[in-house]
């Protein structure tokens, strides 16, 4: 049996591999530490589970639920929107919930894009956008994130007949993977040029929580009138570490998300209640704020370990922000990051992502993802500037 022609050029996932491997490394005795996929290693907060409990132990929320998320769980999310980032939505048109952000990505393509129509996509990138828009029969124009430029796309040099063609401009801050963030002032300037092409901008946001050392990411959906052009995805996933229970939503032009929406009652039967129950628990109590300042500084001292030690290895590593991760540059000599990246794995027992995974010019750099305990990121880094010294 062959493969459809359209899943032409679709490979095994890169962490599908990569698992393979280090399973194969594992059985032989060796101990790798894992420091690859951006993955929460911690739980929800209680009371989110316990939502979920209660829910699951009614006799009534074990029947389907309403497509793409129930009333009061779109409510939730406009709760949450409005207390953190003072952005009023009106549930019932500008809101819809996602199995997990990921379906949402994919789906946008599906929904809006012809074939021919060209679809802007950061280099390097979240796969997701490059195989939603392939799947598509789209066509990918890399614009890329480089960093003299902060890591942010610099709109105004695509050339003139890609941006007559383009339906999409993508943008993901905090970004994976490069850990850059965005300044409200970018948005604006992205939501005229939106305007201006007649471009719908889709930002992908789900690291938006996840900050540092008091910085607090902004939303697109601030800048007015961004409704208009834009739409934004959200995850529970790593704001509320649930990335397990497959919870996000999108929020936005109500046209969007209309016809996102109708695409997905083609697909899918919405969530488990107790999975919107525990969500709309994590949205709207406010006991999670304290939580989430509390998480963010279990990883701020994750990232602060591997900051200094690359530091100490003489790599000129940036402190990041926000997001799960680490980006940094490949010592002087190294030339290919998956080349570096292997021989870490099998020499020092520590697996990182290369850089070139996210599109060609992630090349030069490796990403570290902060979901490891601090005791494990300690030995990982001394492994690895031990690694680098010899
Ligand atoms: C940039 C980005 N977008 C979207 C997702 C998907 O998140 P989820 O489907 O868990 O909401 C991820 C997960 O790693 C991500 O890094």
Redesign the pocket.
Known sequence: MKPADRMAGFGAYFFAQLGKRIAALRAEGKDIIRIDI?APDLPPPDFVIEALVESARRPDTHSYTTYGGTPEFKAAVATYYQRRFDVALDPATEVLGLI????G?FHLAQALVNPGDVVLIPDPG?P?YRAGTALAGGEPYFVPLLPENDFLPDLEAIPADILRRAKILWL?YPN?PTSAVAPLSFFEEAVAFARKHDILIAH?A?YVDVTFDGYQAPSLMQVPGAKEVAVE?N?L?KSFNM?GW?L?MMVGNPDVVRYVHVYKTQLDTSHFQPVLAGGIAALTDERVWPWVEERNAIYKERRDIVVSALREAGIPVETPKASLYVWYPLPEGETDSKDFCSRALEEAGVSMTPGSVFGPHGEGFVRVSLGTSADKMRIAMERLVAWLKK
């Open positions: 951006g997990g952000s990921k379906e990505l979240y997701t993901d994976n992908d789900p995805f995850s996933s990335a497959r996000g």
